[in-house]
């Protein structure tokens, strides 16, 4: 007999964490309100001495629970460290220095180095940038981040060479999954999708030593309330609402989808489907909610590349124990044998990346929030969460028409027409950068970089170009012959421009807009390299800015880009952006932090930043 999924959790504990998760909502909520928290203090204070004078008409079990979730709420208010800031989280330089000493034994390309280090590591930063946009748009990048899907793959891997090892005591194989495990998690420095996870293995596995069971909803509740106490910063973060809500489509959705089509079958496709259903159903209304985009394509490249990284992980971990395992004089000797079905099957992976992405990524992006599909789809997720609750539903004539409902709803969504984006396309380098926006080409920076004045092929030129250095002089007046571009402008310094004005060049020089100012009206992009002659003027052209603005939702960009010996002054001016009179409509980056959030997200999706 199948056991019955809750809906809420059944144990005192969870109610307790479910407390924290309810005041840390709240605080969430009105964080940036003057003297919040102390209001919450004070009136979670006074809620529990009203309810325990309160005559008591609830049943006991039900009274302790509420007295579990309001002590929550004020142990979370007292002692959590919610004014933690962002953590930049790293890899331990340890983990970091094997993961590579190995790779550079291995008889994998570089290029294939770099996949499985984003694989193992479950780091965006490791993977190629071309490799990782058409991995988003084809909706696998989350393999490509530590995932639930990592730490079950390493933990169900160790489980199974404990058992083999350990036959008779089978909790050492547990315990020592769980402390490996463990040491995983450090490694990655606690992303919060993997602590997610671990939660959800430590808590389940400690369970079966004392043969019990913990439903869904307990671990939703103790694993999310740990996250909101411990780190405060994360919770309800875009990483933390994608990981609980494919979670929450796996446990909650995906059985409504099993009880409507062939409840007694078990196929691994009917399986993988609706497991790769129910997480795009309960992961749509977040990626359009913040980042206006979606990749329909993913569903089922998801439903045959998940699958196939199943078994190509193991297969990684276990080619990094064995070489790890053998001596520097036959590692020339075996290590070629060793990676051998790790590399045949990471090709095959690459190969049907490559031939899936191309046929079909399905990848959509909307100009605004589509609001009618983020209504529709959370409506669709809480009529699945409670088909076993409503007899109504399962009537056989209600029963196709509800299978097909998300099915054509994506449909719909992607079909549905919605004003695209303009052109957009970005080129990020140490000490330059370019970005195509539409029409009009913008060249950040020194054209040292072979290329960086060259047009993209295949793409009708650009009606204008911006830049500011001479050094790109060369290819701009190539480009401007080549392809009649009239329109060309020099955003220098006074002492640039003064240079400029003894030649009679077509370029229109302009001396009181910075580079990047005036890109469009609801962002403008602005690059400093550090150099100590020019802040004055890097200032004044960023104030003016600012005051320039004319639409309310506009917002800046100030990309740090300075040589490698001054990146501990660049750090400063973030720190003390308020003191150095840039206003919060400016949000800072380093160049590096490029690579880890694409900079074309922050022009495409403005209220990110």
């Given amino acids: ?35 919040f928290h102390s209001i919450l203090i004070l009136f ?15 049943p006991r ?69 071309n490799f990782k946009d058409i991995a988003k748009e084809s909706g696998i990048l989350h393999l490509f981040a530590a ?26 194989s547990l315990l020592l999954s769980l402390g490996v495990g463990f040491l995983y998690l450090v490694a990655l420095d606690f992303p919060v999708s993997f602590l997610r996870a671990y939660l959800f293995v430590f808590l389940s596995l400690v369970a079966s030593l004392f043969y019990r069971k913990i439903g869904p909803s307990d671990l939703l509740a103790i694993s999310s309330g740990c996250i909101a106490f411990f780190l405060f910063y994360d919770f309800l973060s875009i990483g933390f609402l994608l990981s609980f809500g494919a979670v929450y ?37 977040v990626l359009v909610y913040y980042f206006r985009s979606f990749s329909f394509g993913g569903i089922w490249i998801n439903f045959l590349l998940v699958p196939m990284a199943g078994i190509l992980l193991p297969t990684l971990y276990l080619s990094f124990f064995l070489q790890s395992l053998v001596p520097k004089f036959l590692m020339t000797t075996l290590s070629s044998w060793i990676w051998l079905p790790a590399s ?77 984006f303009p052109f957009l396309q970005t080129k990020v380098r140490k000490r330059n950068l370019s970005i195509w926006h539409g029409d009009h080409l913008y060249l950040f920076g020194s054209c040292d970089s072979k290329g960086m004045t060259e047009l993209t092929p295949g793409l009708p030129p650009p009606k204008s170009i911006s830049f500011e250095s001479e050094s790109c002089l060369k290819g701009i007046l190539a480009s401007m012959k080549k392809y009649q571009i009239t329109d060309v402008y020099w955003h220098g310094t006074k002492n640039s421009l003064n240079w400029i004005s003894k030649f009679k060049l077509p370029i229109k020089s302009k001396e009181t807009e910075i580079l990047g100012a005036g890109m469009n009206p609801l962002f403008s992009i602005i690059r400093f390299d550090g ?34 010996w001054k990146k501990k002054e660049a750090k400063e001016w973030i720190q003390y952006q308020k003191l150095l009179g840039i206003s919060t409509a400016w949000k800072m980056i380093l160049v590096e932090e490029t690579f880890e959030i694409p900079l074309r997200d922050y022009l495409q999706h403005t209220n990110l930043l």
């Fill in 344 to 420: 045949f099957e990471l090709s095959i992976f690459l190969k049907l990346f490559h031939e899936l992405g191309n046929m079909g990524r399905g990848y959509k992006t909307w100009v605004s929030t589509p609001v009618e599909f983020f209504i529709v789809s959370i409506l669709i997720t809480i009529l699945f969460t409670f088909y076993p609750k409503l007899r109504l539903l399962k009537f056989p004539y209600i029963k196709f028409p509800l299978y097909i409902l998300p099915t054509f709803f994506l449909i719909v969504s992607y079909c549905f027409p919605m004003p695209s």
């Fill in 1 to 35: 007999m199948k056991q019955e999924i809750f809906l809420l959790p059944r144990a005192d504990f969870s109610w307790f964490c479910l407390g924290i998760c309810g005041t840390a909502f709240l605080l969430k909520l009105g964080l940036k309100v003057p003297g």
């Fill in 147 to 172: 995932s639930g899907l990592h730490l079950g793959i390493f933990i169900g891997s160790l489980q199974c060479f404990g058992n083999l090892c350990f036959r008779k005591r089978k909790w050492i």
């Fill in 61 to 129: 079990n039900i009274d302790k629970r509420l007295y579990f979730s309001l002590s929550a709420s004020i142990l979370f208010l007292l002692f959590a460290n919610v004014h933690s800031g962002p953590r930049k989280k790293t890899i331990h330089p340890l983990f970091r220095s094997y993961l590579e000493t190995q790779l550079k034994h291995s008889p994998l390309t570089k290029f294939e180095s770099r996949i499985v280090m984003g694989f193992v590591t479950g780091s965006t930063k490791e993977i190629p940038g």
């Fill in 44 to 58: 979670s204070l006074l809620l529990l001495i009203l309810y325990s004078f309160l005559p008591k008409t609830i």
């Fill in 249 to 285: 489509g796996i446990f909650f959705l995906k059985p409504s989808f099993d009880q409507i089509l062939l409840p007694k079958s078990k196929s691994f496709i009917k399986e993988n489907f609706h497991l790769t259903l129910a997480c795009s159903i309960c992961s749509f209304p």
């Fill in 531 to 564: 150099n100590p002659n020019e802040v004055e003027w890097f200032l004044q052209r960023s104030k003016q800015a600012d005051k320039s603005r004319i639409n309310s939702r506009w917002k800046g960009i100030l990309l740090l880009d300075f040589p490698p």
